[in-house]
């Protein structure tokens, strides 16, 4: 198994540019989500998904938009980049997403964006 | 949410043991305590969990107090490749898997 892939692994964006940062994972898992982590902090979160079609709100959910139209792709986008969105964005995923589960989750190596 | 707090920053001499604390007073009783670390450059991984018993498993111990308030990650036996920031965490019952990460501890590993 690859495990959670991301891509790209850099990326320098202008103010008002839009991208898309991938995010795949082999391992059938329903549950994937995307956090940023910004200098000399923990992880928040931004989006997640508990299953194909099925996407929610996390903590910082503002600029991003996401969809899940298969279980492997969780592409987070990026509508009209701003300074404040320069930040290494990790994505993951976990077996199960119900309460009661304990599952690992399984973290990718993260996009380092940069936006001037 | 239940908020754990963590020290900003530990030292620890190559291979002797560590122990990194964790406070949580608030947790609730179905709340389970996951570790997580994160190596530099590189995304968080697991490291460990547990709701009431101690635990141990290839990677490290995790020992937790009987009123659940704190928790304690030993490391046995610490090597330059533990040099890390170590995440203290409580899953929050409201979002299932949504981890809510605090900035952990920052370990260093001295040869």
């Known amino acids: 198994n690859a495990g959670v892939t991301q891509t790209p692994k850099f990326q320098v964006l202008k103010t008002g540019q839009s991208m898309t940062l991938q995010c795949a994972q082999d391992m059938n898992h329903e549950y994937m989500s995307w956090y940023r982590q910004d200098p000399g902090m923990g992880l928040r979160l931004i989006h997640y998904s508990v299953g194909a079609g099925i996407t929610d709100q996390g903590e910082v959910p503002n600029g991003y938009n996401v969809s899940r139209s298969t279980t492997e792709d969780f592409p987070l986008r990026l509508l009209s980049a701003a300074p404040s969105q320069t930040s290494v964005y990790f994505c993951?995923?976990?077996?199960?997403?119900?309460?009661?589960?304990?599952?690992?989750?399984?973290f990718g190596p993260g996009t380092r964006l940069t936006v001037l | 949410d239940a908020k754990t707090t963590q020290p900003n920053s530990m030292e620890s001499n190559e291979e002797e043991p560590v122990h990194l604390p964790c406070n949580h007073s608030t947790i609730s009783g179905t709340d389970y305590i996951h570790w997580y670390r994160q190596l530099p450059s590189q995304g968080p991984e697991y490291v460990i969990h547990?709701?009431?018993s101690n635990v141990n498993n290839r990677m490290a111990s995790l020992a937790i107090a009987e009123d659940r308030k704190s928790s304690t990650l030993i490391l046995h036996r610490a090597t330059l490749r533990d040099a890390a920031v170590y995440y203290c965490?409580?899953?929050?019952?409201?979002?299932?898997?949504?981890?809510?990460f605090g900035p952990g501890t920052r370990l260093s590993v001295l040869p």
């Open positions: 993951a995923s976990s077996y199960s997403w119900r309460e009661t589960s304990t599952d690992t989750q399984y």
């Open positions: 965490i409580l899953r929050d019952g409201n979002y299932g898997q949504n981890f809510v």
């Open positions: 547990g709701l009431t």
